[in-house]
Structure formats: structure tokens, C-alpha cells
């Protein structure tokens, strides 16, 4: 079965993730269609969401103007993965920690926007990331910080003592892009080796 994959496309780097989340499904064996989210009605046939970075309250806005922020919500209370990057995490988190960004309240987490500092301050790191056997080259660009987590939310990766890389329930969030490197395995870890979510199995020839 070809699983459908949405990166919500109102802003940021929707070409980088959707060939990102190609590579991931091939390196595990599954065939992915990638749709771009421009408006609503697409979401809800997606087995995966992507949220990429850009500005999060331009993001957050047009999100809702839209229609496409309710769909995600449902999305994720169905059990079904997303993963947000950068910006996509402070529209994910529960406490953008600025009044103009309405969040969607997907993951338990208080955020800083553009913590590491602007545009000429970005930086790439190996990054140990739980699940993952090899460190990941983490691209660090105006990241937001994660201030705090909830009891329930998994810390996947931290740089300095703080936390990059959370997982809560189906939605995994990091301040980086992973998109922005030809390593397809943070992809892989939200959508393909999440044991919190079950996706639709390949049919067997005979069915």
C-alpha cells in the first residue's frame, strides 16, 4: 500500500522535506506519494504530515485562515504522525511564548523563538538523537529553543543541556532542519520507527 505523506505547504522548505520523506519511506521499504497542503481537504487523506519552518506567525495564521489547522489536530488525535521543524515546532508547541502565534497545542512543550540567534548565527552539529546509531548532521538556522517539556514528552536529542529533538505521542518536533541535508533519518524516526504509531500495512500479493 502507498502511503500518502502531506507537507503543509503555506510556507518554508516543502521540496526539501518532500524528497526527504521520499528517501526515508524508500530506505524502509515504503512506497510514499508526496502531496504539497496548500489548502484544505488534503490533509485528512494523508497517512503523514510534515509542518516545515519559515515564520511562525505568518505560518500560524494562514494555517487557520486556511482551514488546514483544525485538519491537522485531527490528524494527530486519529494517532497519525506529523513531524515540525523550526518554526513548524512553535506552531506545534502548547506555549509559543508570543501572543501572535496561535499554536495548535500538538506537543507539551514551551518554545523561544529564534533562540540560537539570526541568520548569520546558523550552524551545523552532530547531534546524538535517540533511535538514531550515528550522530545527525542537525542545520541550525534562526532555531527556536525548547524551553520546557511536559512529563509525557520524550527528549530525542539535546545540544548545550537543552532539548532540540522531542517526541510526544505521534508528533516528533526539533529546532533544526533535517531537511536541509541528504540524511533522511529523522524523517524515518517520525514516520517509519515510531512504535507509538501504527500505519497502514502493505498488502500481501493475494490480497
Known sequence: MTLKAGVVGVQGDVSEHAEAVRRAGEAHGRETEVVEIRDSG???????????????????????DEGIAAEIVAHVEAGKPVLATCAGLIVAATDAGDDRVRTLDLVDATVERNAFGRQKDSFEAPLAVEGLDEPFPAVFIRAPLIDAVGE????????????????????????????????????????????????????????
Not at 487523506?45 to 500560524?60: A, F, H, K, N, R
Not at 497502514?200 to 500479493?205: H, L
Open 42 to 64: 488534503l490533509a485528512p487523506e494523508c497517512d503523514l504530515l510534515v509542518l516545515p519552518g519559515g515564520e511562525s506567525t505568518t505560518i500560524s495564521r494562514l494555517l487557520r
Open 152 to 207: 509525557g514528552v520524550e527528549v530525542l536529542a539535546e545540544w548545550d543541556g537543552r532539548p532540540v529533538a522531542i517526541r510526544d505521542g505521534p508528533v516528533v518536533a526539533t529546532s533544526f532542519h533535517p531537511e536541509l541535508t541528504p540524511d533522511s533519518r529523522i524523517h524515518g524516526l517520525a514516520f517509519f520507527e515510531n512504535d507509538g504509531v501504527t500505519l497502514p500495512e502493505r498488502p500481501t500479493p493475494d490480497q
